[in-house]
């Protein structure tokens, strides 16, 4: 059965820097891997869609990266504004219509 | 304009109560999904229908009955409601079954008291 876990569950960090979100799962037959932002009160917004023959996407400041074999994904925000402040969510895709959510890193970017 | 949408946006109601949570996609997607996020933030799928059939049916309780009248639509109503089912519920759908992005809904808070 495939678990997904983010660490470090929160985050705090002054405007400006550069930081990353690590994502690891278990079952490493996944066919992608997505990023998603949740902010309060709203949906979750796709960031940036993995293929499991991909090592890395890039999107504006994010840049987020597969290492299939180990099982782990990284999310890089570089120059980390206020309005990144959200929760971060992971999520894997195996066999079937599923997907597999890590419990997210909450970042709080300070102005 | 909104893809996915869900209401109501916040629940509050008391154990025991039936209550139905409504969704509707207008993308023209085929799939449409349910899940449940915990305290913890992780989400869970319940349900996923294709063209108004079942395909995907979690380890949910019964008092759970998911109900699609056309595929647009997606509602889920639960019986007898109780305190472990306060979470928020995500409705999502996908251009067909299997397919690699998933839109989600805003979500629908549900407290139970």
């Known amino acids: 059965k495939q678990e997904v876990t983010q660490i470090p569950a929160a985050l705090s960090v002054p405007e400006g820097e550069n930081l990353v979100l690590n994502c690891s799962f278990t079952?490493?037959?996944?066919?992608?891997l997505q990023w998603f932002r949740q902010d309060p009160g709203k949906g979750l917004t796709s960031l940036l869609l993995?293929?499991?023959?991909?090592r890395e996407q890039t999107s504006g400041r994010l840049n987020a990266s597969l290492d299939k074999s180990s099982g782990r994904s990284t999310l890089y925000i570089a120059a980390s504004q206020p309005g990144d402040s959200a929760t971060y969510l992971c999520?894997?895709?195996?066999?079937?219509?599923?997907?597999?959510f890590g419990g997210g890193t909450r970042l709080m970017v300070k102005p | 304009d909104t893809a996915v949408s869900q209401t109501p946006k916040y629940l509050v109601t008391q154990m025991g109560n039936d209550k139905s949570i409504k969704c509707e996609q207008n993308?023209?997607?085929?799939?449409m999904y349910w899940y449940k996020q915990d305290s913890k933030k992780f989400l869970k799928i319940m349900f996923s229908?294709?063209?108004?059939?079942?395909?995907i049916n979690e380890t949910v309780p019964n008092r759970f009955s998911p109900k699609s009248p056309d595929k647009a639509h997606l509602n889920l109503h639960i019986n007898s409601l109780e305190l472990g089912d306060s979470a928020v519920y995500f409705c999502?759908?996908?251009?067909?079954?299997?397919?690699?992005?998933?839109?989600f809904g805003p979500g629908t808070r549900l407290t139970v008291l």
């Open positions: 999502a759908s996908s251009q067909v079954a299997g397919a690699i992005v998933q839109f």
């Open positions: 079952d490493s037959a996944i066919y992608n």
């Open positions: 993995i293929q499991s023959s991909q």
């Open positions: 999520a894997v895709k195996n066999a079937g219509n599923m997907l597999t």
């Open positions: 993308l023209g997607h085929d799939t």
């Open positions: 229908y294709n063209n108004k059939e079942l395909i």
